[in-house]
T-cell receptor
């Protein structure tokens, strides 16, 4: 079973639409960290946000916002008024600082990514 | 400038010919790791290193080797490459693995024929 699931493989929107990228994770730890990374068409991977499991406040950064809900094990990412430059693959990731059964300290788990295309 | 440097950017080789992809970081990061990216499969961790001389397997370690003799370098070695190792490879580093964001290299596009 995947530890991080990004069920949306591809999403297409038209500029100025709002779009939400879903991320569902699985962990037994009470302490863990979640991340979002962006991979634009140029190919580099860029860090967007980190959230620890004890901080359930939603975060907003310009047009980007993140909704962390422990009750549903989700860490969703919303882009408001999308722009063409938002077109990219977005990855959600999970890290667990303690050793779990079947797990090994130091592992990072990425979802399969969501390809977002914003049309002009 | 703080960065992770991977070389080469592109590599075409033949089955069985040993190759090394180098990775170096100048941020004094403890944690380094290698990923491969394949269509529909996202980023899969190959190997990682918590510190010098400490390495461990990720999701897909078969066919790969790594070493961490110095803090800044973490080369990925393919002793006998096969076509199923054709992929886009990323090296990454972070200050501490669990709560620090990863800094990625620019990637190495490997083709094994």
């Amino acid at each position: 079973a995947q530890k991080v699931t990004q069920a949306q493989t591809e999403i297409s929107v038209v500029e100025k639409e709002d779009v939400t990228l879903d991320c569902v994770y699985e962990t037994r730890d009470t302490t863990y960290y979640l991340f979002w990374y962006k991979q634009p068409p140029s190919g580099e991977l860029v860090f967007l946000i980190r959230r620890n499991s004890f901080d359930e406040q939603n975060e907003i950064s310009g047009r980007y916002s993140w909704n962390f809900q422990k009750s549903t094990s989700s860490f969703n990412f919303t882009i408001t008024a999308s722009q063409v430059v938002d077109s990219a693959v977005y990855f959600c990731a999970l890290s667990e600082p303690t050793v779990d059964r079947g797990s090994t300290l130091g592992r990072l788990y990425f979802g399969r990514g969501t390809q977002l295309t914003v049309w002009p | 400038e703080a960065q992770v440097t991977q070389n080469p950017r592109y590599l075409i080789t033949v089955t069985g010919k040993k190759l090394t992809v180098t990775c170096s970081q100048n941020m004094n990061h403890e944690y380094m790791s290698w990923y491969r990216q394949d269509p529909g499969l996202g980023l899969r961790q190959i190997y990682y290193s918590m510190n010098v001389e400490v390495t461990d397997k990720g999701d897909v370690p078969e066919g790969y080797k790594v070493s961490r003799k110095e803090k800044r370098n973490f080369p990925l070695i393919l002793e006998s490459p096969s076509p199923n190792q054709t992929s886009l490879y990323f090296c990454a580093s972070s200050l501490r693995f669990y709560n620090s964001p990863l800094h990625f290299g620019n990637g190495t596009r490997l083709t094994v024929t």
